[in-house]
T-cell receptor, first 111, second 116 residues
Framework: GENVEQHPSTLSVQEGDSAVIKCTYS??????FPWYKQELGKRPQLIID?????GEKKDQRIAVTLNKTAKHFSLHITETQPEDSAVYFC??????????FGRGTSLIVHP | ETGVTQTPRHLVMGMTNKKSLKCEQH?????MYWYKQSAKKPLELMFV???????ENNSVPSRFSPECPNSSHLFLHLHTLQPEDSALYLC???????????????FGPGTRLTVL
């Protein structure tokens, strides 16, 4: 089955800095890669996603890049703000159509 | 925020109790999921139902019993649980796994379960 590795497990940045979270996957048939944000005490919510026919996607301060050859994808957050503090999960969906989630990254943005 | 609802939001039960968790989705989706979220294993898939049929049982102990009477409702029946079953139980739905553009999962707020 699919295996998703996510790094780092914790990321601490100063407000205004950029943050990058990386994930690798194992199933070459995977074709959909969403990112979810889970604030403390709240549900995970989709913030951005990318499909295998696209190399990069951007939505205001967040962007996702995908390298199919290397089987890795990354979340980039620029100009971080305290409200970006949360746990971020990557996921990979392949031939089974069931997403496999990474273990999560706890992002802490210091004012 | 009201697309997927779960009740109860908090539950404390003894190891000999029987209780049920309920999930309801108002999005017209065809697939529903149960996840367990704990500190040690952040998001563990438990069960998947697609068009009311169970398509995935991720080696879950039999003390957890799912039920999906229709595409909008999903239950998780609990009996003789163990303290290590204490966790946040999240329900999710998606429109139709496998169709491009419909893979996004929408999560409910979760039930915080404590087993004494």
């Amino acid at each position: 089955g699919e295996n998703v590795e996510q790094h780092p497990s914790t990321l601490s940045v100063q407000e205004g800095d950029s943050a990058v979270i990386k994930c690798t996957y194992s199933d070459s048939a995977s074709n959909y890669f969403p990112w979810y944000k889970q604030e403390l005490g709240k549900r995970p919510q989709l913030i951005i996603d990318i499909r295998s026919n696209v190399g990069e996607k951007k939505d205001q301060r967040i962007a996702v890049t995908l390298n199919k050859t290397a089987k890795h994808f990354s979340l980039h957050i620029t100009e971080t703000q305290p409200e970006d503090s949360a746990v971020y999960f990557c996921a990979s969906t392949g031939g089974s159509y069931i997403p496999t989630f990474g273990r999560g990254t706890s992002l802490i943005v210091h004012p | 925020e009201t697309g997927v609802t779960q009740t109860p939001r908090h539950l404390v039960m003894g190891m000999t109790n029987k209780k049920s968790l309920k999930c309801e989705q108002h999005l017209g989706h065809n697939a529903m999921y149960w996840y367990k979220q704990s500190a040690k294993k952040p998001l563990e898939l438990m069960f998947v139902y697609n068009f009311k049929e169970q398509t995935e049982n991720n080696s879950v102990p039999s003390r957890f019993s799912p039920e999906c009477p229709n595409s909008s409702h999903l239950f998780l029946h609990l009996h003789t649980l163990q303290p290590e079953d204490s966790a946040l139980y999240l329900c999710a739905s998606s429109q139709d796994p496998g169709l491009a553009g419909t893979d996004t999962q929408y999560f409910g707020p979760g039930t915080r379960l404590t087993v004494l």
